[in-house]
């Protein structure tokens, strides 16, 4: 089992940043895909980013492509969301989940059916 915690998020202004953690525990020795999803009022779940276990391969959703960042630090369990050049439509409640992989793989999943934990999620809301 692995217990995931977000942080971060809040209210900005359209054009700035926030910068969202997830913080994993528990059975953490383990190697995990890690993914953050969004979801707004009455729409469906969202794929915004996902990393592979080893941080070398990354996807992003196409609304986010070049404003947003993944980035994981295994030695902390953490794996972090740099969210810059905010817009109003990226308000929503942001979740971080977690897949269970081998070692070593390159598997990033974008579909939020495949993954196994998640946390609470966090808001960010972004004023225009």
């Known amino acids: 089992q692995v217990q995931l915690v977000e942080s971060g998020g809040g209210l900005v202004q359209a054009g700035g940043s926030l910068r969202l953690a997830c913080a994993a525990s528990?059975?953490?020795?383990?190697?995990?895909?890690m993914g953050w999803f969004r979801q707004a009022p009455g729409k469906d779940r969202e794929f915004v980013a996902a990393?592979?276990?080893?941080?070398?391969?990354?996807y992003y959703g196409d609304s986010v492509k070049g404003r947003f960042t993944i980035s994981r630090d295994n030695a902390k369990n953490t794996v972090y969301l740099q969210m810059n050049s905010l817009k109003p439509e990226d308000t929503a409640v942001y979740y971080c989940?977690?897949?269970?992989?081998?070692?070593?793989?390159?598997?990033?999943?974008?579909?939020?059916?495949?993954?196994?934990?998640w946390g609470q999620g966090t808001q960010v809301t972004v004023s225009s």
């Open positions: 528990g059975r953490t020795s383990s190697s995990y895909a």
């Open positions: 990393v592979s276990e080893g941080g070398g391969i990354t």
């Open positions: 989940a977690a897949e269970y992989v081998p070692s070593g793989s390159y598997y990033a999943p974008r579909t939020p059916s495949v993954y196994d934990y």
